[in-house]
């Protein structure tokens, strides 16, 4: 089963929402919508799911043009943040729902409730009714239902925001092998990165209603095609500054060091250097590490970590690194960069290639 965007758009009162938008969804992973609240990830699924009318471009699944279908013609399963349950029915007669609308034979119906409910453990609760059910078994009605359906495609819009750190937690840990095997293209909306990276698969980073980068999570993570992109999988924020390359010289402010690999054959010229928090610690953890220091703003300790935000002459960074560390507010301290962490983007935030900045 596959899933194809080719160039679709969404606008509304003649504001574009959703810009022409080209994505091959697959099974056999979780493909994740990531960005902020208000980026596009409802709206992309809800026009995915038929929910939403496009502006422009098609939908395909399996080669076949759904475009104008409706959605109950999709065969599609859809599970929201908030618990969407019959609240006059039956935790069973939930589940069952949608096979009931199908037309199925009820002992069909009762093989594939019971199932569902089964991977999800809700069988002792299956003739409770959703106002006696914890806000994760409600959750687990609503997956129970699309697992059950066998949809062609299963969109789960942010699933687990309103459920408590332990459920979710839970929750997202099964979610991968809940669907795994079953044919389902599934599409996962989340505004959390550590999400992404543990549900692993595919992600779409989107930003104010366009798809700026997609392919496997870990390769976003590692080669982000744009600093936003490099932004969002960092916390504390990444680190960023301007420097100049000159010869096989990187320079940043007083503080250089020699251009190795990729960042060797960059044009001269001006760039934005970024590094996440964890490169920045405050001993040397390489032959090549950069010597830094700057003035300590703020500490946390956050279990086995220490982090530390620092002001230098060019920019006010952040440092992250195991263990409890002396530092003094007000001070300055010695920091340490490992240049080999460090990614590269123009002015313009594009990632820097061997072209002219």
């Not at 909306?189 to 392919?215: I, N, R, W």
């Not at 100049?244 to 990729?262: F, L, P, R």
Request: charged fraction near 20%; glycine fraction near 8%.
């Amino acid at each position: 089963m596959t899933l194809d965007t080719h160039n679709i758009t969404k606008v509304v009162d003649g504001q574009v929402h959703i810009k022409p938008t080209t994505l091959k969804l697959e099974t056999g992973h979780f493909n994740v919508l990531l960005g902020e609240t208000g980026a596009g990830k409802t709206s992309l699924i809800k026009m995915m799911a038929g929910l939403d009318p496009i502006a422009d471009g098609q939908i395909f699944m399996d080669g076949q043009d759904v475009t104008k279908l409706s959605t109950q013609r999709r065969n599609i399963s859809l599970v929201h943040q908030f618990f969407v349950n019959y609240p006059h029915m039956s935790v069973y007669d939930n589940i069952a729902s949608p096979l009931k609308v199908a037309g199925m034979a009820k002992s069909e119906i009762q093989g594939r409730v019971e199932e569902a409910a089964d991977i999800l453990q809700l069988r002792p609760m299956l003739n409770r009714y959703p106002h006696e059910l914890s806000g994760g078994q409600q959750q687990r009605t609503a997956l129970a239902r699309a697992i059950a359906k066998e949809s062609r495609a299963v969109f789960l819009d942010e699933p687990l925001a309103n459920l408590d750190y332990k459920l979710r937690e839970e929750l997202r840990e099964q979610l991968p092998e809940l669907f795994a095997g079953r044919g389902a293209v599934v599409v996962y909306a989340t505004s959390e990165p550590e999400e992404a990276l543990l549900l692993g698969g595919y992600t779409g980073l989107m930003s104010d209603g366009d798809v700026v980068q997609f392919g496997p999570t870990a390769d976003i993570y590692r080669t982000p095609e744009t600093l936003m992109a490099a932004s969002v999988f960092s916390d504390p924020p990444i680190n960023v500054a301007d420097v100049i390359k000159q010869g096989d010289t990187i320079s940043m402010g007083d503080v250089s060091w020699t251009a190795t690999g990729a960042p060797a054959s960059l044009q001269d010229g001006s760039y934005q250097v970024a590094v996440r928090p964890h490169f920045v610690t405050p001993y040397s953890t390489a032959k090549n590490s950069v010597a830094l220091s700057g003035e300590v703003l703020v500490t946390e300790l956050s279990g086995s970590e220490s982090s530390a935000h620092f002001r230098m002459p060019h920019s006010d960074w952040v440092s992250l690194s195991h263990g409890v560390h002396p530092y003094e507010i007000g001070q300055d301290h010695p920091f340490y960069l490992d240049p080999s962490a460090c990614f590269y983007f123009a002015p313009d935030g594009a990632r820097a290639t061997g072209e002219a900045a």
